[in-house]
């Protein structure tokens, strides 16, 4: 769990230098960073969907996941939350794009390949070092984002602290279980998520991001069950 919580800090350094610069930049240099974080998003989330898994498991994933979540609102619930977070704050720390802001940082840091591999390596084999490496990229990532979406990127740092956290725990308890080809599908899901994230910072389209999060544990479950289908199948 040191990791994570040295991911968190990162992430919660980070935002408050990007906040510190929030108001400091010009409107156009902020299109700009989203511009740049939108193609940096896109690349990472191509580079990610490429792992290696089985694209028929992928496509009913994200499709009965996207199904899913947009029947449990996951992204109003989310963004609902991030909103009742911006009520409780005092002055201008509720200002701006809190509620996307929070979303946004928390889908970014948590679904990375980055963030389940290297948390299945910490809880199996205890091996901290991609998410201490993580913890660098989050932190530095977090001051743009922050820069322009304000305190909503700071709140996120409780959602790698769960979530990351849980992924640790999780992965320790089901280590025999755990094996490089789920590792990859869950990846290669996640980085379609990453996607849908650069889609939304380049305003391309607005997609619903974080209704789609149920595909990754059913991608889970395809990997689970592929003796029994495959044999079905066959």
């Known amino acids: 769990m040191i990791a994570t919580v040295i991911n968190a800090l990162a992430v919660l350094i980070g935002s408050l230098v990007g906040v510190a610069l929030r108001g400091k930049i010009h409107e ?24 290696p898994c089985s694209g028929l498991y992928m496509v009913f994933s994200l499709v009965l996941g996207g199904v899913l979540g947009t029947l449990m609102r996951i992204e109003e619930r989310i963004l609902g939350f991030g909103g009742w ?5 005092p002055g201008s720390m509720g200002e701006g794009q809190f509620a996307m802001g929070f979303l946004d940082a928390t889908v970014l840091f948590c679904v990375g390949a980055m963030a389940i591999v290297g ?15 993580k913890s660098v ?15 909503g990127v700071a709140f996120s740092a409780f959602s790698i ?23 990859d599908a869950i990846c290669a899901v996640g980085g379609l ?28 479950l395809f990997e689970l ?8 199948a066959g």
Do not use: C, H
């Open 85 to 89: 977070i911006q009520n409780k704050l």
């Open 28 to 51: 156009k240099y902020e299109k700009t960073i989203f511009n740049a974080l939108g193609v940096f998003t896109l690349v990472l989330g191509i580079s990610m969907s490429q792992k």
């Open 225 to 232: 069950a592929d003796p029994w289908l495959s044999r079905f």
């Open 193 to 220: 998520l990453i996607i849908m994230i650069g889609v939304n910072l380049l305003k391309l389209k607005e997609m619903k991001t974080a209704n789609f999060i149920p595909a990754l544990v059913l991608m889970i």
């Open 161 to 183: 602290l769960i979530v990351q956290g849980g992924l640790t725990v999780l992965s320790g308890a089901m280590a025999a279980y755990v094996e490089q080809g789920m590792i």
């Open 119 to 133: 948390s299945f390596k910490a809880g199996v084999d205890k091996d901290y070092q991609l998410l201490l490496l």
């Open 137 to 151: 990229m989050d932190g530095s990532i977090s001051i743009f984002l922050a820069a322009v979406m304000g305190w």
